[in-house]
C-alpha cells in the first residue's frame, strides 16, 4: 500500500489541497478498515510534513505556550461558566472545560492532529499558518480565529494574553464546548449534553458569550457594547446579528440565565 499509486498521490494531494477525501479511501489497497487506517495516516503524515516545512520559512513566529495556560483558561472561562451553571456544577464544569482548551503552536500541531478528524486536521493547519503568515493549503480557506472540534477548543498562544479582552477566543470556543461536551464526560450527575443548543443558534450563542465577556472584562458602557456587536461574526452568515444584540443587552442588565434560556429554547 504505497504512496507511489497514482491515485493514492492524487487522493493525499486533493486533501491537502481542499480538506476533502473519499470516506472510503477508494484508492488505496486492501479492505475498507485497512484503506481507511492506510489512507487516514498517509493524509496526517503529509499534512504534518507541510505544515512543518511551511512554518520554518514563516515570516512570523508563535508565541509559546504560557506554563499557567490553564489557570488562564479558568480565569477566563470562569464568569460565563458561573453565570450559566450556579452552584456545585459550575466548578466541575470549569475544572473540565479548562484541560479541554488546546493550545496550538509548530512545535505541538503534529502530535495534536492524532486525535481529531481530517477535516478537523486541515483546519487546524490554516489556523496555524494564518497565524504564522505563511500560506494557508486553499485559496478558499476561512479565517478562523480558533475551533471547537473532537471534544476540544483549539486555540493559537495569543488567546491567552492577559491583556486581551477582544476577541475573546477562549469564550467563544468554550461556549462551543457546553453544547458539544456531555454531563457524565465531566463528572456531573445525569446525561445529555451540558446545553442543548440546536446547530442554527451555536455560532449566535458563542458570539453572544464571547460578546458578554468582553464586555465585562471593559466594564463597557452602551456605546462599547454596540461596537462589540457589530464587529462580533462579521461577514458570519450563521449569526442571527438582531437576536445577538439583544441578547448581549439582556445579559448584561439580567444575567446569563436569559442566553441559557434562548439558546435552549430553539428546539
Not at 56 to 61: D, F, I, N, Q, Y
Request: hydrophobic residues 45%; aromatic residues 4%.
Amino acid at each position: 500500500m504505497g504512496m507511489s499509486q497514482p491515485g493514492v498521490s492524487e487522493a493525499v494531494e486533493r486533501f491537502l489541497n481542499t480538506g476533502e477525501h473519499d470516506s472510503h479511501f477508494s484508492d488505496f489497497e486492501g479492505d475498507i478498515v485497512a484503506r481507511r487506517r492506510v489512507g487516514t495516516a498517509a493524509m496526517r503524515d503529509t499534512l504534518r510534513k507541510v505544515v512543518a516545512w511551511r512554518a520554518k520559512r514563516a515570516p512570523l513566529s508563535s508565541a509559546a505556550i504560557p506554563e499557567d495556560a490553564e489557570a488562564r483558561v479558568e480565569r477566563r472561562l470562569a464568569a460565563l461558566v458561573s453565570g450559566l451553571f450556579p452552584g456545585a456544577d459550575g466548578a466541575l464544569v470549569l475544572a473540565g472545560l479548562a484541560t479541554r482548551v488546546v493550545v496550538v503552536t509548530p512545535r505541538t500541531f503534529g502530535p495534536l492532529i492524532e486525535g481529531v478528524s481530517l477535516e478537523a486536521a486541515w483546519d487546524l493547519a490554516n489556523l496555524l499558518l494564518d497565524e504564522l503568515g505563511a500560506p494557508p493549503l486553499s485559496d478558499d480557506t476561512p479565517t478562523l480565529e480558533g475551533l471547537c472540534a473532537g471534544g476540544r477548543a483549539w486555540v493559537l498562544p495569543r488567546a491567552l494574553n492577559e491583556g486581551a479582552t477582544y476577541p475573546e477566543i477562549v469564550v467563544h470556543e468554550g461556549a462551543h464546548l457546553l453544547h458539544t461536551l456531555t454531563r457524565d464526560e465531566l463528572g456531573l450527575p445525569g446525561s445529555g449534553h451540558l446545553l442543548r443548543v440546536p446547530p442554527r443558534r451555536r455560532e449566535t450563542f458563542a458570539y453572544a458569550c464571547e460578546v458578554w465577556a468582553a464586555a465585562r472584562m471593559e466594564s463597557a458602557d452602551t456605546l462599547r457594547l454596540h461596537e462589540l456587536v457589530a464587529t462580533a461574526g462579521m461577514g458570519d452568515s450563521r449569526v442571527d446579528r438582531p437576536a445577538l444584540g439583544m441578547l448581549t443587552e439582556r445579559a448584561r442588565l439580567g444575567g446569563l440565565e436569559v442566553l441559557r434560556v434562548w439558546a435552549e429554547s430553539g428546539h
